[in-house]
């Protein structure tokens, strides 16, 4: 069997997003790597990319022509490891690589948050559980990124051939570093912001699950205990306009800025003061590490990505995602209080690190060179010792 790895997904803005750098590791191994998913995007170190007409409902029809279509592309291509991701495109490429691992093909599957979690619709339960614990059987490693759906996998027996915990996506930690107090004083400047601005920031979409609403009506509830205080939100998304109509009604427009789509996050981020973060679920989020990598207290939600990420009194504060003015009172008071947030932000820093893209990498690697019969000087008393023990877990 060839060096030949294949990558699949919903869609394929999502390798663009967090995979682009485990595409390179295959490269640079001399392997020719592909990747199916829906979508048009051209991707680096790629040697073919597949159009698939996934759908991220389970439901639609086209999702049937994709698990044919991906059927045939594994059964004929020859992939010594195939790795899939998302719900939707990794359970159907579970499936449709049922032959191909009785042949030798190695199917790993990263979940990148269960959609069921403590706290979840009983709906989620309902219909992604049984779903999850069904294709365990169909995965050679069933990969998370977080401790409980790490030990709930676990506990509720999935029979995937190993079950295993990496640190996230990861983080250039080296792109997102603190900046000093003369510099982010000019990037305040430079961006229209007055030095003595405290800037709370949040990037992300705009939907349900994000919960921008949460933090708009917490800034407004405290907006006369932060006087030079501004929130800062940056993405699109359809709730963008209900969004924008909240914070004038709320009579807080003029100091809540809609930043719209950006893509120099790393730029941003070293000015800001506070991170904050409102979804109602999360796996394991990047933004906050970034954010976390950059120096800066963070104030969250609270949900499993979150809280692994975040320790209360430490290096920021959990809170509820339905209660506003419990928001607002931590929001006032990372705004009085600086030395709380120079504390906070030296704990993020550190905590970071745990999260780069260089202990990422290094973990994902173990585990794609554990298949490949001792090659590059991995030893079977490695491979036994990986098979047992979970990254990550303290």
């Known amino acids: 069997m060839e060096n030949k790895v294949l990558f699949c997904a919903t869609v394929d803005y999502h390798f663009q997003k967090f995979h682009i750098p485990f595409l390179r590791w295959f490269k640079e191994q001399g392997w020719e790597v592909h990747v199916a998913a829906k979508g048009k995007l051209s991707l680096p170190f790629v040697d073919e990319k597949f159009d698939m007409p ?82 365990a059987k169909y995965t050679d490693c069933l990969i998370t990124i977080n401790e409980e759906d790490y030990r709930r996998a676990i506990e509720r027996r999935f029979s995937a051939g190993r079950i295993l915990r990496v640190h996230g996506v990861g983080v250039d930690i080296d792109l997102y570093r603190p900046v000093t107090k003369a510099q982010k004083t000019a990037f305040k400047e430079r961006n229209g912001f007055l030095p003595e601005h405290i800037l709370m920031f949040y990037a992300a979409e705009f939907n349900a699950n994000k919960n921008q609403r949460l933090l708009i009506e917490a800034f407004a509830l405290a907006k006369h205990e932060m006087p030079n205080a501004q929130l800062l939100l ?64 963070v104030l969250a939600s609270r949900n499993r990505g979150h809280s692994e990420l975040v320790a209360d009194g430490v290096n920021g504060y959990i809170v509820s995602s339905k209660d506003a003015r419990e928001m607002a009172a931590k929001m006032a008071s990372l705004y009085r209080l600086d030395y709380v947030r120079e504390q906070f932000g030296q704990e993020s820093r550190r905590s970071a690190d745990r999260y780069s893209l260089g202990r990422v990498e290094g973990e994902l690697s173990k585990i794609y060179l554990s298949y490949l019969d001792g090659a590059h000087g991995v030893t079977d008393e490695e491979k036994g010792e990986w098979t047992k023990v979970p990254w990550g877990v303290q």
């Open 234 to 297: 940056a993405g699109e998304g359809r709730l963008r306009a209900s969004c924008e109509e909240l914070a004038a009604r709320l009579g807080v427009l003029d100091r809540v800025r809609f930043l719209g789509y950006r893509d120099d996050i790393a730029d941003l981020l070293p000015m800001c003061d506070v991170a904050l973060a409102s979804s109602l679920r999360e796996g394991l989020p990047v933004n906050i590490v970034e954010a976390m990598a950059c120096g800066l207290p």
């Open 54 to 135: 996934f759908e991220r409902s389970p439901f639609r029809a086209s999702n049937f022509q994709a698990y044919r279509e991906l059927r045939e592309l594994i059964n004929n291509g020859g992939y010594r490891i195939i790795h899939c991701h998302t719900p939707v495109g990794g359970g159907l490429t579970r499936l449709a690589a049922r032959e191909a691992r009785r042949q030798g093909t190695h199917v790993l599957y990263t979940a990148h948050g269960f959609h069921f979690f403590k706290g979840a619709p009983w709906l989620n339960w309902a219909m992604y559980y049984p779903a999850e614990r069904w294709l």
